[in-house]
Nanobody, 124 residues
């Protein structure tokens, strides 16, 4: 059973915006984090942003000031609003979730559930 499903990827020109969403089918009262990661072909999985179930957020350097992560506990949905996209942002974007955790990790090694990914392509 697929637990996490991303949506909202696509193609935009440089300077444009996209909003990614991730629906999590897990129901838990434990503290946990969710995050967005991206990966280019031949590259490693890079953290973009993460958010804890208590609302605390963390951003990578490349995302800070341009991307905003949010979550809606009522719908178990996490979103990533991306502004001023640049060609370097082109990648497959994945959402992920941890198990029980009290902080907001940006390392992929803490995340145990992953979505299938959604492609973001930014042209110059």
């Amino acid at each position: 059973q697929v637990r996490m499903v991303e949506s909202g990827g696509g193609s935009v020109q440089a300077g444009g915006s996209l909003r990614l969403s991730c629906k999590d089918s897990r129901r838990t009262s434990e503290p946990y984090s969710m995050g967005w990661f991206r990966q280019v072909v031949g590259g490693g999985r890079e953290a973009v942003a993460a958010i804890h179930s208590d609302g605390r957020q963390m951003y990578s350097g490349s995302a800070k000031g341009r991307f905003t992560i949010s979550r809606d506990p009522a719908t178990y949905t996490m979103s990533l609003q991306m502004e001023n996209l640049q060609p370097d942002d082109t990648a497959m974007y994945y959402c992920a979730a941890t198990g029980y955790i009290l902080w907001v990790p940006l390392s992929a090694s803490y995340y145990t559930s992953w979505g299938q990914g959604t492609q973001v392509t930014v042209s110059s």
